[in-house]
Structure formats: structure tokens, C-alpha cells
């Protein structure tokens, strides 16, 4: 059974950090391709990041380029999105995802339950 567990969301002041994790269980995590979505409150999904199989490539929408990094590591199954610079902007609750194959973009069939960021003086 594929389980993606999230954690490290919480309350943050604007201009903070936090480091999300996910924990895989189920499936060759070297073997796939992982991505970051987040929810802002009353707003539809957006993806944040992708990282290849094997953590060769990496890529970000626009908004937080230079802020976010995502990461993986095969050896603990655990994909990493280390977040800088926070804006109340980011806040939302953040998913891990699991791509269809190596590479990103060409759909996700699982996800995890989330982890809740907020971003708040």
C-alpha cells in the first residue's frame, strides 16, 4: 500500500523558514518522480515543485523560485521541500505527491493527507 505521510507544517512569522517532509511507504520512492501542491484557503490546487527520479532535476512555479527548494532522499524515502523567505502568500496546506513515473508532469495517483502552513505576524 502506497502511504505518503507529510509533516513540519505550523505557524511561521513572514520571512521564516520551514522544512516540510514526506515519508514513502509502498513503492520504489528512487523510482518516481515527486512533486509539492498546496491549497490556499477558499483556493483550488497549485503545484509548487517537481523533482525527478533520483533528484537530477528540479523545477518551481514562479512564485517561489529562489525561496523553496525540494530535495529527496532515496536512502530514507523521504522527499523534502526546505522553505525560506515566507510570505503570507504561502500559506496553505501542503501535499506530497507521487508522479506516474520518473519524470513530472505527467500526472500524480498519489497523495498524501497534507500538512498545514501558516504564515502570520
Known amino acids: 500500500e502506497v502511504q505518503l505521510v507529510e509533516a513540519g507544517g505550523g505557524l511561521v512569522q513572514p520571512g521564516g523558514s520551514l522544512r516540510l517532509s514526506c515519508a514513502a511507504s509502498?513503492?520504489?520512492?528512487?523510482?518516481?518522480?515527486m512533486s509539492w501542491v498546496r491549497q490556499a484557503p477558499g483556493k483550488g490546487l497549485e503545484w509548487v515543485s517537481g523533482i525527478d527520479s533520483g533528484g537530477g532535476s528540479t523545477t518551481y512555479v514562479d512564485s517561489v523560485k529562489g525561496r523553496f527548494t525540494i530535495s529527496s532522499d532515496d536512502a530514507k524515502n523521504t522527499l523534502y521541500l526546505q522553505m525560506n523567505s515566507l510570505k503570507p502568500e504561502d500559506a496553505a496546506v501542503y501535499y506530497c505527491?507521487?508522479?506516474?513515473?520518473?519524470?513530472?508532469?505527467?500526472?500524480?495517483?498519489?497523495w498524501g493527507k497534507g500538512t498545514l502552513v501558516t504564515v502570520s505576524s
Open positions: 509502498g513503492f520504489i520512492f528512487s523510482g518516481y518522480a
Open positions: 505527491a507521487k508522479e506516474l513515473c520518473g519524470g513530472y508532469g505527467y500526472g500524480k495517483n498519489y
